[in-house]
Each structure stands twice: as structure tokens, then as C-alpha cells.
């Protein structure tokens, strides 16, 4: 495998062929083995002694949909395991410059970027991007200033929210896409870090040619017929909102309900019908589910003068920054998100949080005074971007907490009653059943993705579910994702990467696996993934569930805590991760 490695404290930079790493296939597999071979389960997130991996996929810019990269780190939110994915085009033009994965570690003494062209890595200065109010900004002058060639070129950077070690910051990949969870955006800011420019000229071709275009064809038509790209190209993931809101399961102001009344002027329909701009697509994807709406926000007092911008927006930015903060529009919804965009949060944490502080706040366990006069009341979207803008900031006592995650929130000033927190970070928008909470809770990034518990929930309506069985099909669901998350490709065309189509598109181009060596390595990093973690202090607790999930009815009745506690016990005795000990 072929890794870039730099160290920002020596500022030293290499570039090895390593064939001890060949045996990884790529992606999360490769960046596992890597990770925790080199950061210390013990690190201090925001230390030098962090490190961050990136990888890239064996079918990255061969096959449609492998799109994505990984970003491996400890995260600051949580303490655990970051696990993070962008699509955008990272991946291809790491790629095109060669490379499979890219180590950082280390702290520059002041603000820089790095730029990989091809063979020439360096480290710049990065003083003058610092703290700069729109990542939009950042990405037009590092495209200004970077030299530029017929390659393939992605900018990723941080925000202001990573700048300031807002531990739930994110980094922005080519404008749309992001690395959101976990706060990647505070790791680079605790390095000094504001940005990577990837660029790469290169080109390969595989050994025999016939085969891969066959296999290439063969995974193109299976997405172009299938019905979830349709879904997905048509209104984006935004289609969800107005399905899951009809079965109960959309959180509504800070998961007091499941179903929002506003629902027609926040759903994916609405945001077409009325604000989508453009779709646009990562490198190598036909589906191009990415939707761009426009935004007009009136600037000065006289009539018609309007700043338009384009703001990106899916089904967990309008649950996050809409219905769970009872916004009843989608343009208001468009305005939110646009201030926490540009600054770099990672935006369902933020809306996690002021929605607990929102019923913090008329519960009275927080004043006028922490708030600096901001009146937290659900749809109220004036107050709530003056809160977005006091905690970029980092104003005041109150807002600097907000800016460090819900567990310090609750640590604080207390309301875990309505603290809704998996695993020290704000859930996903789905409240289906208790296989999404369970997903969340023993999936390795406390994610609905990688386990898909909220998908169990939906194709189990009207049956019984059973707490071990649900545990043992998310562990097997992730297992799998875990091989899909090392191709690296999108998970909205998991249907089509089925075995027998994942291991022809590898064979085409000279990786030769069988379905038994995949799962054998697949089933290694996830033994690796929860040693570290388990190294790393992670332990379960059901106690930290909010009260309100459990009188929250869902599309399987109400949750009973029972039911989870007899899951994460018997997943505990499964991973030998400890229970209840933080
Ligand atoms: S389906 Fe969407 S997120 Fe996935 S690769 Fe295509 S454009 Fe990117």
C-alpha cells in the first residue's frame, strides 16, 4: 500500500510503498490497522499524540459509487474510536496522485495546510486562513493559490468550529460533502491544521481490461435500474422525511413527538418544490444525490437587496435544524443550516444540543443570564441563529459548553431527562424502534449507518423482536458494512455491491479475495476496532438514556429500557466490553 506519512511537529513528510499493508484491501480495514498500530488508545484527543488516517478503497475511481474515504481518529466528543466518511471527490484524487491512505500526526507550531501534487507533498502556511468566517472562503483561495494542473483535485478543510475546538466540529470536503461526526474539525485544529488540497495526474490500468470493463458494466446498470437511485437522485435522502414523520419516527422537537405538523413545508418535496437549486454528485457516482438549495437572506433595510447562497441539505440536516427544533419552514430550516455550515459543525450534534437546551431553558436549570438574553424557545429561528453565532464564538461560560458536546452539557447544568445521547454524541433522525437505539449504541461509531438498526426496525414492523437476535443481526449487518466501508463505497448503493458483484469487480482488477477471506479480514478489524476501544474506557450504560426515548411511542410501541439493558449486556458478554463503568 502506498501511504503518505507526516509528522507536523518535525514537519517531515514521506512516502512509502508498504507490503506488509497489502493484505488490508483498503479503506477502514487499512486505516484500522494502521490507526491503532499508532495512536495510543490513551491519547489525549486534542494532543500532538492524536493521529488521523485516511483511506481510500481497492475500486476508488474504478467502479461507480466508490466514492467515499475514511478518516480514522480519536475523537474529542466522545473519547472513543472517530470513525468518519466523505465522498466529494478526496478519494479519486488521492488516487490519481498515487496513494492509498495518508497518515497525519504530530502539531505544527502555527496555523497550515498541506498540499499533496503528486509526488510533491509539502506543509504551507496556513496564518491568514485561520478563523476566516465561511469555509467557502477557504476553499476559493486554497483553489486560488494551489497550482493547477489536468489532475483531479479535492479541498478539505475546517471551519471556525474546528478552529475553536468546538469537539463536535466537522471538516468540509468540496463544498458538499462532509466528514461530520465525531469531531474531525477539532482534531485539526488541535494540530494547527486547516486543510488538505489533493491533487492527482496520474493514471493505471489493470491487467486485464476486458474483465473490468465487464464488471464495470455490470455494477453501472444494476444502479441505474435500481429504484433507490431513482429515490435517491429524485429528491435525495430528504425523500425520507415526509415517510418517516407518517410512521411516528421523525424526533420532533427534541423527541417530545415523532410526528411534525409543519410537515409539508419542511419535507423533501417542499425543499424541491420550492428551494432545490442543483443536484450534484461525488467523483464517479451516476446517482448524484447531493441537493443544493438557494437561500435569499435580505442584507439591508431597503427592498430587494438579497445575498443568495447555496446551501446542501438531506434528511438528517432538516430532522437536526427542523423538525427536532420545531422550525416550521424550510427556508428558516435553509438559514440554519447555512450559518452552521459555513462555520463547520457538524450539524446533528448542534441541533441535539440546542434542542436540550431549548427544554433546559423553559425547564429554568438554565437562565437569561448563561444565555446572554437568548430566549431557547422551539421555533424560534432568530434566537436560535444568535445561539449558533454566541457559541462559534465561544461567548460566555454557557456557550463554551455547548461548544463541548451533550454530555458536558448534562455534566454541567444537568436536564439528562431530555439529554438525547448515544455513546456521548446526539443520535441520527430515527426514532423507529429499539433496534435504531441498540444500532447506535453498540455500533463502532455510534452510527445508524454502519449498522443500520433503524432498517432492522422498519422491515420488522408488526413482529415481535427479541433483543439477542437483534444484537447478533446488526453485529452481522456491520460486519458486512465493514468490507463495503473498505472498497470504500457509497452505502447508498449497498444493495448493488452484493457478494457475488463485489468479488467480480475485485477480481477485474487483480485483487483476488473470496468471500471467506473478506469476512475473516473483516471480522479482524472489528475484533481490532473494539480492543481499542475497549483500551480507550468505552463501556455501556442504559442509564444515560433520556427518560423522554422511552415515553416517546414508536412505530413498535414504546421502548422498554428492559429491552435494551438485555441487549447491551448480552453484546457486552459478545465484545467483553465492559458495562456501566463510566
Ligand atoms: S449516492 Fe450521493 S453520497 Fe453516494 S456517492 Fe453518489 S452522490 Fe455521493
Redesign the pocket.
Known sequence: MKIIDIDLSKRKVKATNDHTLDKYLGGVILATEIFTKNCSPTADPLSEDNVIVFANGPLTAAFP?A??TVALFKSPLNNELGESYA?GRLASALRFAGYDGLIIRGKATHPVYIAVHDDSITIKNAELLWNLRSVFAVGRILRDAEPQGPGRRSFIRSGRAGDRLVKYANINVDNY?HFGRLGLGAVFGSKNLKALVIEGTKDFVYPDMKAYKKAYREIYDHLKNSDDMDK?HILGTAAGIKSINAMGALPTRNFSSGKFEHIDKISGEFFADNLLLRK???SQ?P????HVAYLRVPYKKEEYDVETTFVPYDYELIYALGSNLGIETGSDVLRLIEIADRNGFDIISLGGILAWATDAYQEGIITATDTMGVNFEFGDTINYLTAINLTIRRENDFYYTLGEGIDACVEKYGGEQYAIRIGGQTPAGYMTGPASIIGHMIGQRHSHLCNAGYSYDQKAFGKELLPKEVVDSLIQEEKWRLILNSLVV?L??RKVFNIERTLKSLISIGKDYSEKSLLKLADEAYQKKNQWKKDAGQAFSADKLAERIFRLKTPHGFIKKEFIQEAIEYYSKLSSIPLNSK
Open positions: 459509487t466514492s467515499k465522498g460533502r435517491y450534484i454528485a461525488c457516482c446517482v448524484g444525490c447531493i457509497c447508498f448503493a
